[in-house]
């Protein structure tokens, strides 16, 4: 899954470039995207409240400072899907083709009463492996 995403004053800190901790805001748009096209957004996750999915581990490489006006491409991939938690992968690019930053999130599905890890629901352990043979 792809988009766009242009860097606004706010996303920016005091040098002007991009606040790291911005391209994890970036990123999360595009994975909660990413989750409502696949049936599982979180206004479903709320409602239902039958798993969530909370981020155990995240990491990010800035390869590039992006300033105010800097449009830049942002890809998802779904990387490895495990018993009880999935990996995204993110690449952002500006529209160059350059890689400019990039981003890793691992999730684990837990029961929202006791908050224990429990193992991918099915069908959702299902969309997440058909979106991972399908990359873009």
Same mark, same amino acid.
């Given at each position: 899954?792809?988009?766009?995403? *242009?860097?606004?004053?706010?996303?920016?800190?005091?040098? /002007?470039?991009?606040?790291?901790?911005?391209?994890?805001?970036?990123?999360?748009?595009?994975?909660?995207?990413?989750?409502?096209? #696949?049936?599982?957004?979180?206004? @479903?996750?709320?409602?239902?409240?039958?798993?969530?999915?909370?981020?155990?581990?995240? !990491?990010?490489?800035?390869?590039?400072?992006?300033?105010? /006006?800097?449009? #830049?491409?942002?890809?998802?991939?779904? /990387?490895?899907?495990?018993?009880?938690?999935?990996?995204? !992968?993110?690449?952002?690019?500006?529209?160059?083709?350059?890689?400019?930053?990039?981003? #890793?999130?691992?999730?684990? *599905? *837990?029961?929202?009463?006791?908050?224990?890890? #429990?193992?991918?629901? @099915?069908?959702?352990?299902?969309?997440? @492996?058909?979106?991972?043979?399908?990359?873009?």
């Amino acid at each position: 899954m792809k988009d766009y995403y *242009t860097i606004k004053l706010h996303d920016t800190d005091a040098a /002007g470039i991009l606040f790291f901790a911005h391209q994890f805001s970036i990123v999360h748009d595009l994975y909660e995207k990413f989750l409502g096209s #696949i049936g599982y957004g979180f206004k @479903e996750r709320f409602d239902h409240r039958d798993f969530f999915i909370p981020i155990v581990h995240a !990491e990010a490489d800035f390869n590039q400072p992006l300033t105010v /006006g800097d449009t #830049i491409e942002v890809a998802l991939s779904v /990387g490895r899907v495990g018993r009880t938690s999935f990996t995204l !992968e993110f690449r952002l690019t500006d529209l160059d083709g350059t890689v400019v930053g990039s981003a #890793i999130t691992v999730h684990v *599905t *837990t029961d929202p009463a006791t908050g224990r890890k #429990i193992d991918l629901p @099915e069908s959702f352990r299902t969309k997440l @492996e058909q979106a991972a043979h399908s990359r873009d």
